[in-house]
Each structure stands twice: as structure tokens, then as C-alpha cells.
């Protein structure tokens, strides 16, 4: 089974910053990452497929980047909608499993 | 755009099973396969198993062996998760979710779309 070690669990990031959240894998799984948000009550949202590519329809001040073990979520120019919980997902192999989450709060 | 709805909240006291229900529309049900995943407060995402929704084959995490069947109802493009022998650490939000390829068997390709999830509570 991959384990997926993601950082920081929490952070606090005020209006304009730009944000940085990780994700490493036990192993390589390639490109074989996805990054969504979910907000309290609400289904997720998918942002981020094969490490890098922006979901359609997804703001472009998400990206994504990485490749073999270590994958980066970055938020520019954060804004008060941003405040959410965000994970990632690996599915190279089964079972697919997660990183534990980060939540952003927006001072 | 895709639809899931899930079916609502449980109580169920410890010992009992629980049936949720996935409902999906505006795609071709039998195309893509649906997973189960589950959320306990205060945790991080937990995958149970997955349906292919076009042959019914399932495959299902170790950590739910011998406890979870999940199945399909094409007609309704329904997909069903029932947990037996409920424990109160079963305690968590359900999601169904669809996953990204088409017709994935061991290659797939992670979620896209997700259902807003099944609180299921375990208490005497």
C-alpha cells in the first residue's frame, strides 16, 4: 500500500499570499496524482489531475507540480473563498489511498 | 453536468448493517466505476472498494474484507455500499464517487466527481 505523507496539516495564510501544501508518496507512482478541495459539508472538488494538470473550469491560481515521490499544491494570490480542506490522491496501484489533509484558514 | 445523490443519514446501533445508496445520472452509468470512500471525524479519507459498473466486478480494501458488498442496480444507475457487524469506529461520512477512465479495470485513473456523503452514525 503507498502511503501519502502530506504537510502542513494545518496553515493560516493571509489575502494575496501564495501558498504551498505537499505531498510526498513511499513510493514512485509517476504522475499518478490528483489534489482536490472540499469545504465543510460539500462534496469535494477536483482541481488537480497527473500532478500538473488544471481540472476545466478550476481557477488558474491553483497549480500543481512533481513527479516520482514528491508533489506540490500551490495556491497564488490566496483569497478568502480558498479557506477549505485540501487532500491529495494517489492512484498508480490499489487500494488508492490519501494524504491526511491540510486545512487553510484565511486571516 | 455528472450528478451524484446519496441517500441520507444512519443510526445504527453496533452489530447492525447499514445500506447506502449512490445515484447518478447524466452520463452512462455501466462506463465508468464507482468507488466508496469514507471520512471518520477528525480523519483523513479512507477507500473501501470500487464497482465496475459495466460487469459488477468489485474489488474491496483489505481493512473491509468480509464486511462490505458493494453492488449495482443498472436500471436505476444506482451503486449500493451495505456494512455488516457495525463497530462505533465505523462512525464516519460515506462518499461514492465516480472514477475519471472509462471503463477502468486495474488502470484507472483516480476520482472526478463525487457524491456529498452518507453520515453514518454506530451507537448503542
Known amino acids: 500500500e503507498t502511503t501519502l505523507t502530506q504537510s502542513p496539516a494545518f496553515m493560516s495564510a493571509t489575502p494575496g499570499d501564495k501558498v504551498n501544501i505537499s505531498c510526498k508518496a513511499s513510493?514512485?507512482?509517476?504522475?499518478?496524482m490528483n489534489w482536490y478541495q472540499q469545504k465543510p459539508g460539500e462534496a469535494p472538488i477536483f482541481l488537480i489531475q497527473?500532478?500538473?494538470t488544471l481540472v476545466p473550469g478550476i481557477s488558474p491560481r491553483f497549480s500543481g507540480s512533481g513527479y516520482g515521490t514528491d508533489f506540490t499544491l500551490t495556491i497564488n494570490n490566496i483569497k478568502s473563498e480558498d479557506a477549505a480542506y485540501y487532500f491529495c490522491?494517489?492512484?498508480?496501484?490499489?487500494?488508492?489511498?490519501f494524504g491526511q489533509g491540510t486545512k487553510v484558514e484565511i486571516k | 453536468q455528472v450528478q451524484i445523490v446519496q441517500s441520507g443519514a444512519e443510526v445504527k446501533e453496533p452489530g447492525a448493517s447499514v445500506k447506502v445508496s449512490c445515484k447518478t445520472s447524466r452520463y452512462t452509468f455501466t462506463n465508468y466505476a464507482i468507488h466508496w470512500v469514507r471520512q471518520a471525524p477528525g480523519q483523513g479519507l479512507e477507500w473501501v472498494g470500487w464497482?465496475?459498473?459495466?460487469?459488477?466486478?468489485?474489488k474491496y480494501s483489505q481493512s473491509f474484507q468480509g464486511r462490505v458488498t458493494i453492488t449495482r442496480d443498472t436500471s436505476a444507475s444506482t451503486a449500493y455500499m451495505e456494512l455488516s457487524s457495525l463497530r462505533t469506529e465505523d462512525t464516519a461520512v460515506y462518499f461514492c464517487?465516480?472514477?475519471?477512465?472509462?471503463?477502468?479495470?486495474?488502470?484507472?485513473?483516480?476520482?472526478?466527481?463525487w457524491g456529498q456523503g452518507s453520515l453514518v452514525t454506530v451507537s448503542s
Open positions: 490522491l494517489q492512484h498508480d496501484d490499489f487500494p488508492y489511498t
Open positions: 464517487a465516480r472514477d475519471r477512465r472509462p471503463y477502468c479495470t486495474n488502470d484507472c485513473w483516480g476520482i472526478d466527481y
Open positions: 497527473e500532478a500538473s
Open positions: 464497482i465496475n459498473a459495466g460487469n459488477g466486478y468489485t
Open positions: 513510493r514512485d507512482i509517476d504522475d499518478d
